[in-house]
């Protein structure tokens, strides 16, 4: 079974900083991780996108003030969030796919709530 727990969110004022961790649990071998976020009444958006290999994408939202990151040993997916605006308000997602022999398949975290607010 594989636990992806998440750490980080929180209340932070317009122009500010996050950073927030992801570690999945258990002997796994992970591929791509990533981070989405589920704004209050919208739908689930991908903010960034690392493969196992470091390369990384990121939702236009996101470019220039996020920035993505893992530790393959730990199995953890960081993402750093500089300036933060208050449309940056979500539940925040950590992603992962696990593969186990030939199958893949996607984990998601429990989310964890970030607050842009004055």
């Known amino acids: 079974q594989v636990q992806l727990v998440e750490s980080g969110g929180g209340l932070v004022q317009p122009g500010g900083s996050l950073r927030l961790s992801c570690a999945a649990s258990?002997?796994?071998?992970?591929?791509?991780m990533g981070w989405y976020r589920q704004p209050p009444g919208k739908q689930r958006e991908l903010v960034a996108h690392?493969?196992?290999?470091?390369?990384?994408n990121y939702a236009g939202s996101a470019k220039g003030r996020f920035t993505i990151s893992r530790d393959n040993a730990k199995n953890t997916v960081y993402l750093q969030m500089n300036s933060l605006k208050p449309e940056d308000t979500a539940v925040y997602y950590c992603?992962?796919?696990?593969?186990?022999?030939?199958?893949?398949?996607?984990?998601w975290g429990q989310g964890t709530q970030v607050t842009v607010s004055s």
């Open positions: 258990g002997s796994i071998t992970i591929n791509a």
């Open positions: 992603h992962a796919v696990v593969v186990a022999g030939t199958i893949s398949f996607a984990s």
């Open positions: 690392i493969s196992s290999g470091g390369s990384t």
